[in-house]
């Protein structure tokens, strides 16, 4: 099992709609997740980080963390053509410092 | 404030021969990190050096060797490289355990 899993996709959604984009980690006493956005071409770049249960909202995205069924997913609202790019998962496992593990990243593609 | 740059951002290599990847940056980050990214695979971890002074193998450090010259510089070398080692190179940096900030790569292609 991959500790960092993610549907590769492509993940397919329409202008204006909810993208949800999950991921799931195996190492149950990881603390720290994160979501990065990485265009064709070019570098990630972090968009949200989440440490605790719950949600955690930054403009139209939405980071949700469910430490119990070990899942962490983020949810774009009003999605633009301008969101198209992989979105990759990371978490720091327990005992791992500050070592990031990445899932393979899901393609997100919006239409206009 | 340029974050973190990398040098070359291209390059050709013949198998056996050998180069080095050079990163900077400006973020005055304690940690810097050395990864490669593959079609599907995501990015794994080669090498990182969690402060100054010290460097520790990651997923994937057959191949390569590191170094950090000093807080701002941290290098990836290839001795002899193989078609395998064809891939894209982030280099990035942190405060150990924070946030990972990534330059923007080095694409290499190993004939």
């Known amino acids: 099992q991959k500790e960092v899993e993610q549907n590769s996709g492509p993940l397919s959604v329409p202008e204006g709609a909810i993208a949800s984009l999950n991921c799931t980690y195996s190492?149950?006493?990881?603390?720290?997740f994160f979501w990065y956005r990485q265009y064709s071409g070019k570098s990630p770049e972090l968009i949200m980080s989440?440490?605790s249960n719950g949600d955690k909202e930054d403009g139209r995205f939405t980071a949700q963390l469910n430490k119990a069924s070990q899942y962490v997913s983020l949810l774009i609202r009003d999605s633009q053509p301008s969101d198209s790019a992989t979105y990759l998962c990371?978490?720091?496992?327990w005992g791992q410092g500050g070592k990031l593990i990445f899932g393979q990243g899901t393609e997100l593609s919006v239409k206009p | 404030n340029a974050g973190v740059t990398q040098t070359p951002k291209f390059q050709v290599l013949k198998t056996g021969q050998s180069m080095t990847l050079q990163c900077a940056q400006d973020?005055?980050?304690?940690?810097m990190y050395w990864y490669r990214q593959d079609p599907g695979m995501g990015l794994r971890l080669i090498y990182y050096?969690?402060?100054?002074?010290?460097?520790d193998k990651g997923e994937v450090p057959n191949g390569y060797n590191v170094s950090r010259l000093n807080k701002r510089e941290f290098s990836l070398r290839l001795e002899s490289a193989a078609p395998s080692q064809t891939s894209v190179y982030f280099c990035?940096?942190?405060?150990?355990?924070?946030?990972?900030?990534f330059g923007p790569g080095t694409r290499l292609l190993v004939l």
């Open positions: 990035a940096s942190s405060e150990w355990g924070e946030t990972q900030y």
């Open positions: 973020m005055n980050h304690n940690s």
């Open positions: 050096s969690a402060s100054e002074g010290t460097t």
């Open positions: 190492d149950r006493g990881s603390q720290s």
């Open positions: 989440i440490y």
């Open positions: 990371a978490v720091i496992p």
